[in-house]
């Protein structure tokens, strides 16, 4: 047994990255035909299982082509092709999607694979009835993949580079292999990779299978239950009635969901592998709690700008509403702050009360602080805020007392300089990433309000911020040609961060 084990690790060792994350997504395209086939459907059926058949004939043909080539661009060469998944991969899940469909454009069904995949959860389709239930459950199933590849790239391929949040803590420069047994180049950069799926992927399918079963038992249906849980985990928003307002577990589902988005806040909340040095307690995180007081300090801000406009009008509010309207902001704040985007039924009781306008531009900075390092949840990441908040303290510090030392402990003191530094270095190149598509958007016709939403929503991966930020929903599908695929790119972009593109531009990794 052991040996049959040890000769299919070689084996997965010998084929292309590529083609084994092609392998599964193409396996997996046969779980919404076995579901299309349970609800005679038979069109959709035929259109995901023989887009499946073709995806795992084609990797068995290019497999055997490339059995005997061995990887030779290590740990960089993985990070190459995660950007080649993000980019090429979702012209392939668009086949059964556009095919199953039947009236919508092939760019339309790229790009609504590219925000599944990417965790960003951008619904191109507004109207959930539009899309049969297997086209829901797969949507929702690329999410969760991708949520996977992600939880797996930032363990194996991110964290031995100091990218995606590590450089804030890890002594390598960003971008080339941290000395170390561990997290070096002699090391095999895929048994690595291996060995992190072998030991996060029960994780993270046992923690979807407990928010299913939770979301089951408090009264959710089985498709919406399976899509919310795969959706909460991967932190994509992606739901089949629309969000939160259509499901039928009430208060009850989103305090399930609710607990479980803990885990985009700090990677301790699941795993220590790649913690940093000095913090291997989540009470003593300070992403953890950095995140629950920003989620505490704005729900509170927002619930008395509720009870002020409430007063300004003149009218009253009653005790229970008052438990309601904090709940919803509580839920909605802490979901936008992990990029999930998942709205509360009780998100717009405080607007109906006090007649105020949703605080979209709050939402949108929620989003762009996003979650921890190493989760699945996008934006600047709440590390990258500590660490500038501990170098501004610092620096406030000193103009007080200029001869001061600083007392933060051995933890912190490197956040506080050289990861300061880095931070703020990201912290400027997000911000003219996002200067320029919101520069591209507007020359492509969109307004100066309406770039600037898809471009936060784009980079920080909170698709549903678009429904939520402005007045008016923005309409996706009546997007240009040109626009649309600028927003995959920004998509693309915000899910692997600035200084993983820039890694990439080194002539070891494209020379021969």
């Not at 709690?289 to 505490?296: D, L, P, S």
């Amino acid at each position: 047994m052991e040996r049959t084990s040890t000769q299919q690790i070689r084996l997965l060792r010998r084929l292309p990255l590529f083609l084994l994350i092609w392998g599964v997504f193409s396996l997996s395209m046969w779980v919404p035909a076995i579901y299309a086939l349970a609800l005679d459907d038979h069109d959709v059926s035929r259109s995901f299982f023989y887009s499946g058949l073709l995806g795992i004939f084609v990797v068995a043909i290019i497999s055997l082509a490339s059995m005997n080539r061995v990887p030779r661009r290590g740990t960089l060469g993985q990070l190459a092709v995660l950007l080649g998944c993000f980019i090429v991969l979702p012209l392939f899940l668009a086949i059964p999607l556009h095919d199953a469909l039947g009236n919508t454009t092939f760019l339309n069904a790229y790009f609504d694979m590219v925000s599944a995949l990417t965790t960003t959860g951008a619904d191109i389709f507004p109207d959930p009835d539009r899309l049969t239930a297997p086209m829901h459950l797969w949507r929702a199933l690329v999410g969760w993949m991708g949520g996977l590849l992600m939880w797996i790239s930032a363990a194996a391929i991110l964290a031995p580079l100091s990218l995606g949040g590590f450089e804030v803590t890890a002594r390598g420069e960003p971008g080339r292999p941290v000395s170390g047994v561990a997290q070096s180049e002699k090391v095999d950069p895929r048994g690595r990779l291996i060995r992190v799926t072998r030991t996060l992927t029960p994780v993270y399918a046992g923690l979807t299978a407990v928010i299913w079963v939770l979301l089951l038992v408090s009264g959710e249906q089985g498709l919406t239950a399976i899509c919310h849980a795969m959706s909460t985990m991967a932190t994509s928003g992606i739901s089949p009635v629309g969000g939160l307002e259509g499901a039928q577990a009430g208060i009850t589902g989103e305090a399930v969901i609710f607990l479980f988005l803990f885990f985009a806040l700090s990677r301790l909340t699941f795993s220590s592998d790649t913690a940093a040095s000095g913090y291997t307690r989540l009470d003593k995180d300070p992403e953890f709690r950095i995140g629950i007081m920003i989620a505490i300090a704005i729900a509170v801000l927002l619930f008395f700008r509720a009870l002020a406009g409430v007063s300004e009008i003149g009218g009253t509010i009653r005790p229970i509403d008052a438990v309601n309207v904090f709940w919803g902001m509580l839920f909605t704040v802490l979901s936008f702050l992990t990029t999930a985007g998942f709205e509360s039924a009780n998100w717009n009781d405080s607007q109906q009360l006090s007649g105020l306008g949703t605080p979209g531009l709050i939402l949108m900075g929620l989003a762009l602080i996003g979650g921890g390092v190493a989760t699945t949840a996008g934006g600047v990441k709440l590390l990258r805020v500590f660490a500038l908040y501990l170098n501004g303290a610092r620096e406030i510090d000193r103009l007080i007392y200029p001869s001061s030392v600083s007392g933060v402990g051995g933890g912190n003191r490197r956040i506080q300089s050289d990861g300061a530094f880095i931070a703020w270095i990201f912290l400027m190149m997000f911000a003219l990433t996002a200067a320029l598509f919101n520069l591209l958007l507007a020359m492509m016709g969109a307004e100066f309000e309406q770039a600037m939403v898809l471009t936060v929503a784009a980079l920080s991966t909170t698709g549903p911020v678009i429904e939520l930020a402005t007045d008016i929903p923005i309409r996706l599908v009546d997007l240009s040609g040109g626009a649309k695929l600028t927003m995959c790119a920004a998509m693309v972009i915000g899910r692997l961060e600035t200084l993983a593109i820039i890694a990439l531009i080194t002539p070891s990794l494209w020379r021969d």
